[in-house]
């Protein structure tokens, strides 16, 4: 079945960097896009960041465009978030996704496998 396996986060002062990874295993769909989500306790779990398989595309949340970045290895089946200027309302459990479609959309909703999250937590 398909996997996938964020690692990464950590505890991190303002204005650092985090480079999360999300390592996929068991996709046997072609095409998949891949996508960033995050939640806090209490609160709906909200787009970050989507790639499309070919890495061509990418869509970003207002709230991170300029600070984040998305990539993917399709060789290693891995998908990465780099996060530069973290700001302590980027607190938050960070979860991979991954939609057996070629577009990145942003609604959580469209996405049909999770990771387990990471914990990111930005304080000084």
């Known amino acids: 079945q398909v996997q996938l396996v964020e690692s990464g986060g950590g505890l991190v002062q303002p204005g650092g960097s985090l480079r999360l990874s999300c390592a996929a295993s068991?996709?046997?769909?072609?095409?998949?896009?891949m996508g960033w989500f995050r939640q806090n306790s209490g609160k709906e779990r909200t787009f970050v960041a989507a790639i499309m398989w070919s890495g061509g595309f990418t869509n970003y949340a207002q709230s991170v465009k300029g600070r984040f970045t998305i990539s993917r290895d399709n060789a290693k089946n891995t998908v990465y978030l780099q996060m530069n200027s973290l700001k302590p309302e980027d607190t938050a459990v960070y979860y991979c996704?991954?939609?057996?479609?070629?577009?990145?959309?942003?609604?959580?909703?469209?996405?049909?496998?999770w990771g387990q999250g990471t914990q990111v937590t930005v304080s000084s």
């Open positions: 068991g996709i046997t769909f072609s095409s998949p896009a």
């Open positions: 996704a991954a939609r057996p479609f070629t577009t990145a959309t942003t609604e959580a909703a469209s996405y049909r496998y």
